[in-house]
């Protein structure tokens, strides 16, 4: 798995963006559908319409390094999300690096805490991944058809190895929308 990372401009998305942004994405390039290709959330900022884009904000999809290049050929597309356009600029790679805490912003799962953090725990003990777990708040994904679920989560003390293989992976389900998409937490010491 790697990172392509490609500088985007625009004035904003819409509040569901997620699943509009992972259409284009597709339109593009169709491949990343039968891939296990992940997004990150885009940063931005609330407004009365929509979420304003935040300066030098980046798209980042998280794919197989065999279907990097050719995505990085989307460059100079513009992706259409209903009332808002962004064009996509120069793109370049990212290897993913190991961190010993690390974060997303939601994984989807059930709506009770308890249930929740109950099923990660299992999900890591499946995988053979011993650390400790800091359940953040709920929230969801409010799409045109449906609603993801689920709590933001910050996992830490993870060994080398251990990290690399929640980032290539992530947790849940909804990657494509950004869900259960891992990056690194930076923490003060």
């Known amino acids: 798995m790697i990172d392509a990372i490609f500088d ?12 509009g ?7 593009l390039m169709p491949e990343l559908s039968v891939s296990s290709a992940g997004v990150l959330p885009l940063r931005t900022a609330g407004s009365v319409s929509g979420l304003l884009l935040a300066r030098r904000a980046k798209l980042t999809v998280r794919l197989p390094l065999s279907f990097a290049e050719k995505l990085l050929e989307i460059s100079g597309q513009v992706l259409d999300l209903g009332a808002y ?4 600029g120069s793109g370049k790679l ?18 009770d805490e308890v ?13 053979g991944i011993a650390a400790n777990l800091i359940c953040g ?53």
């Open 115 to 127: 249930v929740f953090m109950d099923n990660i725990a299992a999900s890591l003990e499946q995988m």
């Open 85 to 88: 356009r962004l064009q996509i």
């Open 21 to 27: 942004l992972w259409n284009e994405l597709q339109r």
């Open 137 to 189: 708040r709920a929230s969801a994904l409010e799409g045109p058809d449906h609603a993801i679920h689920g709590f933001s989560l910050v996992i830490h003390n993870l060994k080398p190895e251990d990290s690399l293989r929640l980032q290539y992976t992530g947790l849940g389900s909804n990657r494509h929308h950004g869900c259960g998409v891992f990056i690194p937490y930076k923490v003060i010491s």
């Open 94 to 111: 990212r290897e993913i690096q190991a961190y010993p805490t690390i974060s997303s912003h939601l994984v989807a799962g059930e709506r």
């Open 8 to 19: 985007i401009s625009g004035d904003g998305v819409p509040a569901d963006y997620p699943f």
